[in-house]
């Protein structure tokens, strides 16, 4: 398994409105890519920004060249908006899971 992380920071005020389009659009949405297999979104306050962190679950990193090509962050234009700024690549992790 892959483990994808990426980092994205919003003002306090657009926070909620972040994480609501992560959790009803934005991931949801990437069910319809070959591979993919889920999602944890980790949230919390940092000094005058709201830093999000997204951990995407993958089978191979032929299926995360798929969806993002070379591991560059791949934003949602409506969450564009949104963010004050984020990381531009992602970090990528070989994962195993234990019970």
């Known amino acids: 398994m892959i483990l994808r992380m990426w980092h994205g920071y919003t003002a306090p005020q657009g926070a909620d409105a972040y994480e609501a389009m992560l959790r009803e659009t934005i991931l949801p949405g990437l069910h319809r890519v070959s591979g993919y297999r889920g999602a944890?979104?980790?949230?919390?306050?940092?000094?005058?920004?709201?830093?999000?962190?997204?951990?995407?679950?993958?089978?191979?990193?032929?299926?995360?060249?798929?969806?993002?090509?070379?591991?560059?962050?791949?934003?949602?234009?409506?969450?564009?908006?949104?963010?004050?700024?984020?990381?531009?690549?992602?970090?990528?992790?070989?994962?195993t899971f234990v019970p």
């Not at 944890?40 to 940092?46: E, F, H, I, K, L």
């Not at 962190?53 to 234009?77: C, K, P, Q």
């Open 40 to 95: 944890y979104v980790a949230r919390r306050n940092v000094e005058s920004e709201v830093e999000f962190m997204t951990l995407t679950m993958w089978d191979s990193m032929d299926a995360v060249h798929a969806f993002s090509g070379n591991g560059r962050a791949v934003i949602h234009e409506t969450a564009r908006p949104l963010l004050i700024h984020f990381d531009e690549y992602s970090i990528h992790y070989d994962g």
